[in-house]
């Protein structure tokens, strides 16, 4: 069974440039977070979706950042413009259960580097 | 609000001594526990977890976890390290809610 998959790895881009990064949950998990972790600080919540809706967004920084799950597959995050303070290693996870009991498996990440 | 503290930012061991990382977390009620690990280029994996019973958790690796209500800690421990043990060590709470609030992790460098 395959993992969750983050692409890319890596992106490099210049202030006030738009990224989008790209999350494939596990097959059959309804349930899919972002985190993000900026350098020397703790991986951070940015949102929960339930198949396609937005289940807890309390995490997303600010309006520049826009996060979708199209039929409730894989999910998108797009920051737009992007500013130095966003680099950062963006981790997916996904899970089967939404509560607190169920394991999250997370992705590799995508680490942005904003210049 | 939810909060967790791993006070060692790094720490060094001899391959075959045993190792403590240290977690203290805040939660108003009962928590639900993690400890995660991320080798360099791999997701976080989840070494074990705690959520009611025993407060001694054995998780996968080797490693165990012991939960003290009265301290508000989860340490981790390893009786005897291996040099793939080296890895960025996470801790994280979680309550009702299914969002894990994760510490700042520790480094653990294994010396030969």
């Known amino acids: 069974e395959a993992g969750v998959t983050q692409f890319p790895s890596h992106s490099v881009i210049e202030k006030g440039q738009t990224v989008t990064l790209r999350c494939d949950p596990i097959?059959?998990?309804?349930?899919l977070y972002w985190y993000r972790r900026v350098m020397g600080k703790e991986i951070k919540f940015l949102l929960h979706?339930?198949?396609?809706?937005?289940?807890?967004e309390s995490g997303m920084p600010n309006n520049r950042f826009l996060a979708e799950r199209t039929g409730g597959t894989y999910s998108t995050l797009k920051v737009q413009p992007a500013e130095l303070e966003d680099s950062g290693v963006y981790f997916c996870?996904?899970?089967?259960?939404?509560?607190?009991?169920?394991?999250?498996?997370f992705g590799p990440g995508t680490r942005l580097t904003v210049t | 609000a939810q909060s967790v503290t791993q006070p060692d930012i790094h720490i060094t061991v001899s391959e075959g001594a045993s190792l403590e990382l240290r977690c203290n977390y805040s939660?108003?009620?009962?928590?639900?526990l993690f400890w995660y690990v991320q080798s360099p280029g791999q997701g976080l994996q989840l070494l074990l977890k705690?959520?009611?019973?025993?407060?001694l958790v054995q998780g996968i690796k080797g490693f165990e976890a012991e939960f003290k209500r009265s301290q508000s800690s989860f340490n981790l421990r390893k009786p005897s390290v291996h040099w793939s043990d080296a890895a960025e060590y996470f801790c994280?709470?979680?309550?009702?809610?299914?969002?894990?609030?994760f510490g700042t992790g520790t480094r653990l460098q294994v010396t030969l």
């Open positions: 705690y959520f009611s019973g025993d407060t």
């Open positions: 939660y108003g009620a009962t928590p639900y």
């Open positions: 979706f339930v198949k396609e809706s937005k289940q807890d």
């Open positions: 994280a709470v979680t309550g009702t809610a299914s969002k894990l609030t």
């Open positions: 996870a996904s899970s089967q259960s939404p509560f607190g009991l169920d394991e999250q498996y």
């Open positions: 097959s059959g998990h309804d349930n």
